[in-house]
């Protein structure tokens, strides 16, 4: 943090102001600490179970999504009911790696999927829903069926610029306060066959890259260029990896600061 703007407290109005902002925030702590907490377990055994798993529905992962998952998701685990969506089903096996991870008697699985073949995969705590992402009227339909938000929404589905966007746009308002939003495979941004290309305005990539300023709008000295919306209300951080992108959503408010100690050197 930069001191340039600030000075030490001056006197009891100061002090008191300080005490304001504290009083104000106090309401997000515990839930910062249950964002910030550990389970039990740093072990991953994502790489357990895709090391043992030969037979049955098919799975597909690039190998350093599976510590970026545990990373994000180990949190999670520690609850006696985790709901999930996952944009992509295609052959099910990453149905089976969710169950594994986070239990299967646990984990409230939402499958979306073109492929109307998938859902054969539904079992009492598996549904399946067929449509477009890139409808959002279908959303609107999906969000009437599963109405709860959820913990954890994955974003694997047809990795085209238009999915990504109308996906995010409709579905990361149906996130939990607390839970994570997760794009993959944003290598596509960089693909023409799926719409995208180096520093192409309309890629997911492009607007992800925007949420940094959106973040942060709350230092913005433009406000007609940059200010606070309802994503700089909303977003606790951004975690891009190589392809991926998660995105905390929290409710927060502009930064407080503190100042402790009686001893200062002036600021030129």
Known sequence: MTNSRLHAPENAADNAKIQVLQLENEHLKKKVQEYESESLSNHNVLHD??????????????VPYLDAYHRHFNR???????????????????????QAYFGKDKLRYYGVDVNSATKQFETE???????????????????????????IFIDDGGHKMHQQTVTFDEMFWHVRDGGVYLVEDLHTSYWKGYGGGYHKPTTFIERSKSLIDTINAWHSEDAEKLKVDDLTQNIRGLHFYDSMLFIDKLVTKKMPNIKKGDKWIPVE
């Open 125 to 151: 705590n598996v549904k399946i829903s067929i449509g477009d992402q890139e409808n959002p009227e279908f959303w609107s339909i999906f969000k009437k069926e599963v109405p709860t938000p959820v913990d």
């Open 49 to 62: 179970w895709i090391n043992t798993y030969e037979t049955g529905p098919g799975v597909h992962k690039w």
């Open 76 to 98: 999670f685990r520690s609850q006696d009911v985790i709901t999930m969506v996952e944009v992509g089903v295609q052959s099910g096996g990453s149905i089976q790696m969710w």
